[in-house]
């Protein structure tokens, strides 16, 4: 799952579907990506998105994320010195529960503007 901003996305590969799902909830407000026919997405302000790939997009997507070396992050990025900003977390689900989590407050890993780019294509 990614939050940026007022962008909350998840990323669902399975065997035959391989999809991008994302809300745009303003304000902090909770997006259930999970469930996306949830009661809690009908609020007027969150707008659900959900974008189908076919094998190769989904591959090419991957492999951009790859070379972001997300892995190698630190798990934490704060800037103290700002009281108010922008809060972040990434999350990235593996099959078997394995899991990459980093986050932040006003401060970015290596590769961040990549990191967005890649999402907004």
């Known amino acids: 799952m990614v939050h940026y901003k007022e962008l909350r996305g998840k990323l669902i590969c399975q065997r035959k579907n391989k999809v991008i799902r994302y809300a745009k909830a303003p304000g902090g407000m909770y997006a259930d990506l999970k469930h996306p026919k949830n009661e809690i997405n009908m609020h007027l302000d969150i707008a659900l998105k959900e974008i189908p790939l076919i ?23 704060y800037d103290n010195d700002i009281c108010d900003g922008t809060q972040w977390e990434l999350v990235i689900r593996f099959p078997h529960r394995n899991k990459i989590s980093k986050c932040g407050s006003n401060e970015y890993p290596p590769y961040w503007n990549k990191f967005i780019k890649i999402l907004k294509k």
């Open 55 to 77: 094998s190769e997009q989904w591959l090419a997507f991957m492999e951009e994320l790859t070379s972001l070396e997300i892995a190698c992050w630190k798990h934490k990025y």
